[in-house]
């Protein structure tokens, strides 16, 4: 039996583009701290009334986030942290500009984490900042306010 070609070409052709506009509609995954020495602007809140007790203690927000072609935020979701710092963290995040992440020389969407600390004083950050040479520097301690001491480590297994 002799197939033509055009009977076995055709749906292969179309599964295959179908494929490709399935892989350019979901965001590619990327991890928090490449993302993060991507980052262009972002910007530091602080809280008009602290959500911490105790001034010498600090809390994580982390937020799920789609960035665009562009670098610019699409959407995010709350993950995790205190519920009055749900607001806060998302208003923040959508602040972020982002260097457009490139794979093959063209910009793709991606889903990454964005973690902000808050400092028991209402001041935030963000987990990990650009170090300038292409890193991030960030991540290994938990930061307090002044007169505090230095914040807990954070240690990692290898």
């Known amino acids: ?41 972002y910007e530091t809140p602080i809280l008009s009334k602290p959500p911490l007790a105790n001034r010498c203690s600090s809390a994580l927000a982390v937020v799920r986030v789609v960035v665009d072609t562009d670098g610019k935020f699409t959407s995010a979701d709350f993950v995790s942290g205190f519920p009055e710092l749900k607001d806060p963290a998302l ?16 910009p793709v969407a991606v889903e990454t984490q964005a973690s902000v600390f808050y400092l028991g004083d209402g001041e935030s950050m963000p987990m990990y900042v650009p170090d300038g040479k ?9 930061p ?11 240690k990692r297994p290898n």
């Open 1 to 41: 039996m002799i197939l033509k070609p055009s009977i076995v070409v055709l749906p292969l052709v179309v599964f295959g583009c179908m494929c490709a506009l399935a892989q350019e509609r979901k965001p590619l995954g990327v991890p928090e701290k490449t993302m993060a020495a991507r980052l262009q602007t």
């Open 144 to 154: 307090l306010p002044p007169g505090c001491g230095p914040g807990p480590q954070i």
């Open 91 to 106: 208003a923040a995040v959508r602040r972020r500009l982002y260097k457009p992440y490139v794979i093959d020389g063209k």
């Open 134 to 142: 292409g890193g991030t520097r960030g991540g290994n301690m938990i």
